[in-house]
C-alpha cells in the first residue's frame, strides 16, 4: 500500500473549516483514500472515503486532487469536538487488507 | 445501531498472566481484524478473519498470542505468559465482505501489565 504524508499537528479555531492535508504521491490506480479520527481514549471513526471522486457525507468532504496524489479532508464547520488524530490512509479496495495507519494529524480546535 | 463491542474495556494484570479479550463485531459483518496500539503511535495490525477462517497474521502476532472467531460470530484473542511490552491498547475493528468497505473499530481493551 502506498505511503501516506501528514502535517504532524494543526490548530482551527471553532467555528471555522479545517483543512487537513494528505500527500499520497506513489498511490496506484486501484487505491482508495480513506480518512479516520481518534479521539482520546476511544478506537478509530471512520469518517470518509474514496477513490478519485470528490464525496461529501454528513460528517465531512473527501477532494481528491486530479493525479490523485494528494487529497484533503474538509471538516466545514469544526468543533471543540472534532479535536482528534486523524488518520488518512491508502489501501487497495478488494479482500479485506488491513489499514495501515501512520501517526496521523493532531487536529486542536480552538474556542 | 450497536456497533463493536468489546469487553473488558480495562484489564490490569500481573506480568507472567494470561489474558483473554473479547469481541463482538457488527452483527452482519463477517470480516473482523485485532489492531494494537501503544501510547502516541497509530494502531498496528495483528491478524484478520473472514467467517470463522483466520486469513492473515502479523509478525507481530508472537506465539504467545492466539485469537479465535470459532463460530463466524464473535473473536477472542488471548495472551499467555503476559510481558510488560504486551501493554497497549487491543482494538477490534469489522467491515462487511466487499471491496473498498470501510472497517468499523470498537473501542478497544486496555491493558496494563505490573
Known amino acids: 500500500d502506498a505511503k501516506t504524508t501528514q502535517p504532524t499537528s494543526m490548530d482551527c479555531a471553532e467555528g471555522r473549516a479545517a483543512n487537513l492535508p494528505c500527500n499520497h504521491s506513489?498511490?496506484?490506480?486501484?487505491?482508495?483514500v480513506y480518512w479516520y479520527r481518534q479521539i482520546h481514549s476511544q478506537g478509530p471513526q471512520y469518517i470518509i472515503h474514496g477513490l478519485k471522486n470528490n464525496e461529501t457525507n454528513e460528517m465531512a468532504s473527501l477532494i481528491i486532487t486530479e493525479d490523485r496524489k494528494s487529497s484533503t479532508l474538509i471538516l466545514p464547520h469544526a468543533t471543540l469536538r472534532d479535536t482528534a488524530v486523524y488518520y488518512c490512509i491508502v489501501r487497495v479496495g478488494d479482500y479485506g487488507q488491513n489499514f495501515v495507519f501512520g501517526p496521523g494529524t493532531r487536529l486542536s480546535v480552538l474556542p | 445501531d450497536t456497533g463493536v463491542s468489546q469487553d473488558p474495556r480495562h484489564k490490569i494484570t500481573k506480568r507472567g498472566q494470561n489474558v483473554t479479550f473479547r469481541c463482538d463485531p457488527i452483527?452482519?459483518?463477517?470480516?473482523l481484524y485485532w489492531y494494537r496500539q501503544t501510547l502516541g503511535q497509530g494502531p498496528e495490525f495483528l491478524t484478520y478473519?473472514?467467517?470463522?477462517?483466520?486469513?492473515?497474521k502479523s509478525r507481530l502476532l508472537s506465539d504467545r498470542f492466539s485469537a479465535e472467531r470459532p463460530k463466524g460470530s464473535f473473536s477472542t484473542l488471548e495472551i499467555q505468559r503476559t510481558e510488560q511490552g504486551d501493554s497497549a491498547m487491543y482494538l477490534c475493528a469489522s467491515s462487511s465482505q466487499g471491496p473498498n468497505q470501510p472497517q468499523h473499530f470498537g473501542d478497544g481493551t486496555r491493558l496494563s501489565i505490573l
Open positions: 506513489t498511490i496506484s490506480g486501484n487505491e482508495y
Open positions: 452483527s452482519e459483518h463477517n470480516r
Open positions: 478473519f473472514q467467517n470463522e477462517a483466520q486469513l492473515e
